[in-house]
């Protein structure tokens, strides 16, 4: 139980500071960011159908997954089949394509075809390396200065009523460069769905390649099965210039952890307490639920300022693969660091890296330009709701983008989720009232005894009770349940 003091103590401190602008993450590597260069895919959508669900109703979470062209055959079929059957289990069903051909504007019409029939869509999963669109702006970050940037932009296919153009609309964009760089969009939100790639990143080593994504489906296989260990721990890691956002993400976290849980060094004196020695030494090497990084950084690491500020020193992508701990999922405030379009780095980029090693990772948020997640309340209200990670992001974003309509752009067109949109913080699954993996007798009994007597919620995991995901808990959801278990 959370100790009223220290609730007071927020309240306090956020009357003044919560949702505060951050400083600006910055590109800070060995080398220099590069202009995007477009990629050029062949004209024609040609898609084959690998699998469909056949207990789809109107009340499942419809999901597209599209796998990389000739990737499907080459994967574990054991792991891909599990995969799928554990997505079912947690009450999604999923329509399944393998890509041979076709441009991001003809992926998103197919997309927007599922999205306005009547079933509709909740949720699109790319698998390896599939078609993405490049967004150009002038980043104005309030401050007097500005700068040109262009990056590769998942939320195109989340947008499914707006339209988006190439016009040059910003001083050094170029009209019909093939790099968009407007959007109208009349409708009350932003996004209508969310969009997650599995996807480690361009890797010289294709065995490499195929082995992480094998192992990463059966380790989401597992985890919704409830057979991979999970923590009660999460770490926040701010570096010196985001030291003041570290109470607000205590603030945060506090909606999926105890306060006893949840380790947060204050970086004070500033550069002497986050550094990358001591992240590298001390913290990946333990095991936690959860990562929230803030420090700058580029797609192939990131580091912390030492030494009061003189020295900057860095956290490389190998570091992730050795002497790591278990880590599920990482927030990473890091500028670029979740660029999956970056061909700089051999062994793919840091959202990749930090999920697709042997060390139990699976999803990472965070941004493919200079920017990152804030004014984050949002997502966490509806991770702890729970809900997934996939609509915990749509829900952010559109409320941040109406709390900051002038700043939000540069700070946010570029987040991306890397791994499974689907994932829920704990293992979830429809129709598992008591928590214990399986779903048998034990759940229609608790059931119907709560429809008889309204148990309450001690008793009672409600979110797993609404099995048809109509908002009520009724008796057609012991109808479907019992029918669930008859099949």
Known sequence: MKKMYLFLLFFIFFSFTFSQIPKVTRWMGPYKKKSKILKNYKRGLDLSEIYKSSNFNSHKRRTLIFF???????LKISFVNDYFKELEKSSYSIDVFEYHSGTPEEIKNFIKSYY???CSLDGVIFIGDLPYVVYE???????GSSEYDDFACDLFYMDLTGTWEDVGDCDECEADNGKYDKIEDSGNNF????VSRIFPGHMTDHQEYIDVINNYLERVAKFREKEVLTYDTALIYDDDDWDDLRGEDVYN???????????????????????AYNYKTEELPRNYQMVYLRSHGYPGGHGFYENFRQDFNYVFLNDYLSKVGNVAFYLLFVCSGCDFSSTDNTMGFLGGR????????????????????WDDAYFFDKL???????????YWLNNALKDYPDIGPPWWYGMVLIGDGSLYFHPHRMGDLNCDGKIDAVD??????????????????????????????NTVDLLELMKELSQ
């Open 444 to 473: 229609t009994q608790l059931l119907a005894q709560y429809l008889i007597s309204n148990i309450g919620d001690n008793e009672l995991d409600s979110p797993s009770a609404d099995i048809n995901m109509d908002g009520k808990i």
């Open 68 to 74: 990389e062209n000739n990737l499907y055959g080459e």
């Open 137 to 143: 702006m002038i980043d104005d970050w309030g401050s």
């Open 253 to 275: 976290l506090l909606k999926l952890f105890e306060e006893d849980k949840i380790n947060a060094p204050a970086e004070n004196p500033k550069g002497n307490v986050c550094t």
């Open 354 to 373: 930090t999920i697709f090693n042997e060390h139990g990772g699976l999803l990472s948020l965070g941004s493919t330009k200079t920017g990152g997640i």
């Open 191 to 194: 996004l209508e769905i969310w």
């Open 384 to 394: 702890s709701q729970p809900e997934s990670f996939g609509r915990g992001f749509v």
């Open 116 to 118: 306005n029939s009547t």
